[in-house]
Structures are given as C-alpha cells and as structure tokens.
C-alpha cells in the first residue's frame, strides 16, 4: 500500500567562481505510507518493557515478542534501536493498541555479516519465546534471504524491514510472501522523472547505471517504464571503474543529450564526469538527471584523486544537472500521528534526546523513522487481527511457526 505526494521545488545558487555558474537541483519530496514486502540479524541484547502505565491495569500484561535485527556495529543499527525502543514504549503505553498485551522486543546484532545474521534467524526460530513477527534486517542480502526462508510453510511469519531496497523483494512475492517494508521503494522516482522528462517535450534518453546488481535492476525497472511512456532509450551503459569513459563515449557516439544517471557519486563518477567534460557534454544542449545529488561538492575531485579536470571544470560540467531524491521533511508541525498523538516534529525531538540528547549527531541514524513505522505497523496488524484469530479458537500468545491461517490474517491486513 502506498500513499505517495510529489512536491517539485527547484533550488538555484551561485557562486563567485571564475564562471558565474548556476546549479540547479530537482527536489522531490515523498511522504510514504509504505508496506512493501521483505528482514536481518547476531549477538543478542534482549530489550524489554514490561509496564503500560497509562492502562492502570493491575491486569498482568502478556508478553508477545519481536525478533529484531539491528546491526550494532553501524550508527545505522545502533543509531535505530533508541527509537525502536521508544516505538515499543509508546505503543505498550496506549490504551486502545492490543489491551492486555505488551510487546518487547529481542534484539540480534547482525554485525554488518551475512553470517552472523543466518544464525541469529535460527537463534530466534530454535530458542524460546516464540517470535510473533520480525523487524528488520538493513541489509538486502541477508533481508532476502530471511525473507525467504521466513515464507515457507514451516515458519510463516511476518516481517517487516525498514532499510532494504532491493527491486526482488518486492517484486517476486512468489519468494518473499510475507516480507513487508516501511522504507520508501527507489522505484517511486521513476514516476516523478518520466512526468518531468515529458514536461520538456524530451523523447529520446539515455541511462548510465552502477556497477552493481542493484543499478541493474533499477537501470531495467525506469528503461521498462521510459519505453512504458513513449520515451524511447537509445542506451543502457554500466558504469565501471576500470573504465568510467565507456558510457561518455557511448553516449557521445549515439548523439544522446539528455542522460539518466543511477549511480554513487564517488570517484568512478567524477572520472567520468571528468570525461564528459573533455567530451564537451556540458551546457545547455545537455541535460543530467541524477539520483541523490545533492548540493554538498560531491563533484569536486578529492585529495589523492587522478582526475583530469580542475576543480573549475567539474562546476561547469555539472551546471545544467537535476536530482532526484527522497527526503522527510515536508511539514514537521503538519504531519500529525494520531496513534501516537505527535506530530513529526515531537516524534523526532524525542528520538533525539534518547539518541544523543541533542548533543552528539554522528549516532543518528537515517532510518530511524522507517523503524518507527514499522514497529507501528507490526502493533496495529497485530491488534486488527485479534477479533479473526479468535473465530479461528486462537489467541496471539498461543500462536506457532508454521500457523498459515494466522499468518493470511496478519497479511490481509486485519
């Protein structure tokens, strides 16, 4: 399920440079209620709460637990599980999600190592207490790989993952049936980019993807959706490092002008920019669209760097380049969580004071707010279900791995 708001702004600057340049940046802002299909995990730090003060219940609360998957090796990881914990804490102590339950979470480290993540999964299936659903991996591979195995019928259970964005997962649910994600899909630009292409009247495109499986994948997804639109895609060219002037020459030899670019913006790109550059590929009769480009010098060659160009020449060769990429701040007072009765802006204030107390930043970490939407989502898929798993005789407590008929409640999203 997606809900998904486009706001385009366009952001211009210059600089006292030799050249008085103007670099534009595309800004796409996406506001993502998303459940997508997809997990992670090693050494494991159990973290419970185990009071629901609102509810003065005296009523003792039963336990339901979340394997979780954080790699606490990586601010990314370790950054994430305060405001999982704040997550738990803030649905433990509403009255109206899953009355009579609390949930706690038991945390594994993956270590960044596929690995350590595998044998923490059997960790959490082989030893008690039953795991009613999984939160995370980061990772894709490991992710997938859960994924994969957590969709069998011996285990069947839920999980939902708040930093992967492999295509696969969400694309082959013949695999993956019951991965779910909250981090937004990078698939979402395509819709944003083919409407501004078409804007300007372009019909003809060319697409210069990462040496990776994953720009594969996403170079394969925006071709199908380009040719989809009536824009025609004269060529598809990987970026390599052992060679970055190959798709300059491709590019110049097939006369493309405008140029999709899914990529890192690291050294491998700058040569090639570098390259476009003695190619003459700058100025108005050339158009680049990036991913992520932000305005933060990252074409400026850096120190130990064999790279052909000044840094002069690389400000001009990128003048006329647009970004694409996500962001979270839309309105942080607007955007209003009435199950937690926050809004953004106190839901973020709170995780860092938990973090750092508003001291140091180098701990946040960038997924933090998809692992509160997961863990959200696993409390209110929980909660909707309970009224169906009783007609079948059931109590959440009392479920086991394997349970299909539990598990088609959970995802038809009770």
């Known amino acids: 399920m997606f809900l998904t708001v486009f706001f385009f702004s366009f952001v211009s600057f210059s600089k006292d440079y030799a050249m008085n340049l103007i670099f534009i940046t595309v800004t796409v802002v996406i506001c993502c209620a998303t459940l997508t299909k997809a997990f992670n995990t090693t050494n494991s730090t159990n973290s419970s709460l185990q009071t629901n003060s609102t509810n003065n219940n005296t009523t003792p609360l039963t336990t339901l637990y979340i394997g979780a998957f954080f790699d606490l090796t990586d601010k990314n990881g370790y950054g994430a599980l305060p405001m999982a914990l704040q997550a738990i804490e803030e649905i433990n102590n509403n009255p109206s999600v899953l009355p009579g339950y609390q949930l706690e979470l038991a945390v594994k480290s993956t270590q960044g190592s596929f690995g350590i993540g595998q044998k923490a999964f059997n960790e959490f299936l082989n030893a008690g207490p039953t795991k009613i659903m999984l939160l995370g991996p980061g990772e894709d591979s490991l992710a997938k790989s859960i994924a994969a195995y957590s969709g069998i019928p011996d285990i069947n259970l839920l999980q939902f993952s708040y930093g992967t964005s492999d295509l696969e997962l969400e694309n082959r649910r013949d695999l993956y049936p019951n991965f779910f994600r909250t981090k937004t899909s990078p698939t979402s630009l395509d819709v944003p980019r083919i409407k501004f292409i078409k804007e300007y009247g372009w019909d003809e495109v060319g697409i210069i993807y990462g040496?990776?499986?994953?720009?594969?994948?996403?170079?394969?997804?925006?071709?199908?959706?380009?040719?989809?639109?009536?824009?025609?895609?004269?060529a598809e060219v990987r970026l390599q490092a052992n060679d970055p002037t190959r798709a300059i020459r491709t590019m110049k030899d097939r006369g493309i002008h405008v140029i999709l670019g899914m990529f890192s913006l690291d050294s491998t790109a700058r040569k090639m920019f570098c390259e476009a550059h003695r190619a003459r590929m700058y100025g108005p009769h050339y158009v680049w669209i990036l991913t992520n480009s932000k305005n933060n010098n990252w074409w400026i060659p850096k120190?130990?760097?064999?790279?052909?160009?000044?840094?002069?020449?690389?400000?001009?060769?990128?003048?006329?380049?647009?970004?694409?990429?996500?962001?979270?701040?839309?309105?942080?007072q607007k955007t209003f969580y009435s199950y937690a009765n926050k809004n953004k802006s106190q839901i973020i204030n709170d995780y860092r004071a938990r973090v750092d107390n508003h001291n140091d930043t180098s701990n946040r970490s960038n997924q933090y707010l998809n692992v509160y939407d997961a863990l959200w989502s696993i409390g209110f898929v929980l909660h909707n279900s309970r009224p169906e798993i009783k007609t079948q005789g059931k109590a959440l407590e009392n479920l086991t791995y394997g349970d299909a008929n539990a598990t088609d409640v959970f995802g038809s999203g009770h």
Not at 213 to 232: D, T, V
């Open 211 to 234: 040496d990776s499986e994953r720009y594969f994948q996403l170079s394969n997804q925006l071709a199908s959706s380009l040719k989809g639109s009536n824009i025609k895609v004269l």
């Open 303 to 332: 120190k130990g760097e064999s790279i052909a160009c000044s840094d002069l020449e690389m400000k001009c060769q990128i003048q006329n380049h647009f970004s694409f990429y996500h962001t979270n701040v839309v309105s942080l």
